[in-house]
């Protein structure tokens, strides 16, 4: 029973966490997604139309007419859903088409589509390793990652972050298991570095390894065609499983895959818990998922915008004076390094008409605070000329431009 005496200490608990100043609250918005969205903050506020500069939108396609108008389609041919899982009577042959055209895209041998990237992530181990084998993941890899080891009974090893020679020891380490697995992302979530994926695959030749690569954050966009970390390593071809998600720059909406060896992903369809007991994908976001391959494989002009558009912002930020994550990628964190800094300054920012979310633990360590700022395909010049406009201000009247990591916490705490 759910005692009052149980209840206050669920409420005390809360109170400890607004008290800290890392208390998550959502944002209401209302309107489709894009550059510019309609936001309702705190609840119950009047409406306020603010630039967004934290979505995974990173193609701009989650409102593409094209795509709205496919998902349209795939409404009043196919229905609204399956009710079923994939292996009962839930697989159209959309799901097949879907596939193949993943699995051409990302350069693979099949594809198996799931209800969504994290779903994929905690599938996959469990379905093709056993207690004879490994995994070596590097210490920076996403949580959803981290909940699928976890479910999987093959032994559990790390490497510190992209450290070449750290992995090295670790696969010399491990020679008597069955198998070894290298677990990466290829887009690092939170940092916006890319994985050394060329020199993990020269070490995965070396010691005889699979490698296993998320490319949520890649999936679109990175590579000169947008395939991903491995294309744009020069290694595609060489990677044994990538799981990826078709929620962010593949049309955001939902659903996930594990695409790779043949092998590999036939023990996905047999084994993995996810796929064989959750919804298939509903078709409208089949739909929808097949017209945005059909849009990124014709042309790579979304792909490069975003790169010019994550090169000027990075720019206008250093200039600016703030402390950010080097990179190639979209993902350009600006570091704060105290939780409370964090969420301070994205309401200020919100004031000023920009949508940016502060982080911090546990989504990232304690003492590395920040707000994520991303890109996309969808913001103009004139967004982002906004936007530093806003971040300037705000970064003036807390004292951070020009200021590094030990400046900052002397100022405002870890």
Same mark, same amino acid.
Not at 53 to 66: D, Q
Not at 87 to 96: E, L, M, N, P, W
Not at 307 to 323: C, H, M, P, S, V
């Given at each position: 029973m759910f005692s009052d !005496?149980?209840?206050q200490s669920y409420i005390n608990e809360l109170n400890g966490i607004k008290q800290q100043g890392i208390f998550k609250q959502e944002r209401f918005i209302h309107a489709p997604q894009g550059a510019e969205i309609e936001v309702e903050f705190p609840a119950g506020a009047s409406t306020k139309k603010v630039i967004?500069?934290?979505?995974?939108?990173?193609?701009?396609?989650?409102?593409?007419?094209?795509?709205?108008? *496919?998902?349209?389609?795939?409404?009043d041919v196919r229905g609204y859903g399956m009710s079923s899982v994939r292996?009962?009577?839930?697989?159209?042959?959309?799901?097949?088409q879907l596939e193949n055209k993943l699995t051409e895209f990302l350069g693979t041998e099949d594809t198996l589509l799931f209800?969504?990237?994290?779903?994929?992530?905690?599938?996959?181990?469990?379905?093709?390793?056993?207690?004879?084998d490994v995994m070596i993941a590097d210490r920076l890899v996403h949580a959803s990652i981290v909940d699928g080891m976890r479910l999987c009974k093959a032994a559990q090893d790390t490497y510190k972050h992209s450290d070449m020679e750290h992995?090295?020891? !670790?696969?010399?380490?491990?020679?008597? !298991? =069955?198998?070894?697995?290298?677990?990466t992302d290829g887009v690092f979530s939170m940092d916006g570095d890319l994985a050394k994926l060329d020199k993990i695959v020269e070490l995965a030749e070396k010691y005889d390894a699979m490698v296993f690569v998320d490319e949520s954050h890649a999936s679109g966009f990175i590579g000169k065609t947008g395939r991903g970390t491995h294309e744009h390593c020069g290694v595609l071809g060489h990677i044994d499983i990538i799981t990826t998600t078709l929620g962010k720059a593949l049309g955001g909406a939902s659903g996930g895959c594990v695409s790779g060896r043949r092998e590999l992903v036939e023990l996905c369809r047999q084994r993995a818990r996810p796929y064989l007991f959750s919804n298939t994908v509903a078709p409208v976001i089949v739909y929808g998922a097949l017209k945005v391959m059909d849009l990124i494989s014709k042309t790579t002009e979304r792909r490069d915008k975003l790169?010019?558009?994550?090169?000027?912002?990075? !720019?206008?930020?250093?200039?600016?004076?703030?402390?950010i994550k080097e990179g190639e990628s979209p993902i350009v964190p600006v570091m704060l390094y105290n939780a409370k800094l964090a969420q301070d300054i994205a309401t200020d920012l919100y004031a000023e008409g920009i949508y940016a979310i502060g982080?911090?633990?546990p989504v990232v360590p304690k003492g590395? *605070?920040?707000? =994520?700022?991303?890109?996309? *395909?969808a913001h103009e010049k004139h967004h982002l000329d906004k936007a530093i406009e806003a971040f300037t201000k705000v970064g003036k009247k807390y004292n951070v431009l020009g200021k590094g990591k030990k400046e900052i916490i002397e100022m405002y705490g870890m």
């Open positions: !005496k149980c209840r967004n500069m934290c979505a995974n939108n990173y193609l701009g396609l989650s409102s593409h007419p094209e795509v709205v108008k *496919a998902a349209h389609e795939g409404l292996f009962i009577c839930g697989t159209q042959d959309i799901h097949r209800p969504s990237c994290m779903d994929a992530n905690a599938g996959v181990f469990e379905a093709v390793l056993t207690d004879q992995l090295e020891a !670790k696969l010399q380490e491990h020679q008597d !298991k =069955r198998n070894r697995m290298i677990i790169e010019q558009n994550t090169i000027y912002w990075r !720019k206008l930020l250093k200039d600016a004076g703030f402390d982080f911090f633990f590395q *605070a920040r707000i =994520r700022t991303q890109l996309s *395909a």
